[in-house]
């Protein structure tokens, strides 16, 4: 008996769903949450960025974060993408699992990430 082997759409297909399930940030205590929402750019506005990301992952007023962005490169098939670093905000209120986030440069946009290991005053 042969084993099974999954084909590229299969696992895009599976990725899909991880990632549609890990939409939206209602149910913070969820591991979707803390291993995929973390550090998300969830929404832009007048110049604020609503970050999924707070402090009990370390975030502090005043952190001046990177903002990044995966674009995806070659064909429409496959999964590679370069990393674009695209701006910096600065937090300017944290609560536990969210905070705003001032921008500083760039254009940011939803569904970019910060990360906290990448700037840090």
Known sequence: MKPRVMRNGTVVST???ILLM??????LETA????????QVLEVQDGTAYLCLGTE???????VLTVR???????????????????????TEVESHMANAKIVTGDVKPNDIVDLNIENP
Not at 22 to 27: L, R, S, V, Y
Not at 32 to 39: A, Q
Not at 69 to 91: A, C, E, F, H, P
Request: proline share 0%; glycine share 20%.
């Open 32 to 39: 979707r949450h803390k291993y995929f929402m973390r550090g």
């Open 57 to 63: 992952q370390g975030a502090k007023v005043g952190q």
């Open 22 to 27: 890990a939409m939206g940030c209602a149910t």
């Open 69 to 91: 962005r995966y674009v995806k490169i070659g064909g429409s098939r496959g999964g590679q993408y370069r990393v674009d670093s695209v701006g910096t905000v600065k937090i």
């Open 15 to 17: 990725l899909l769903v």
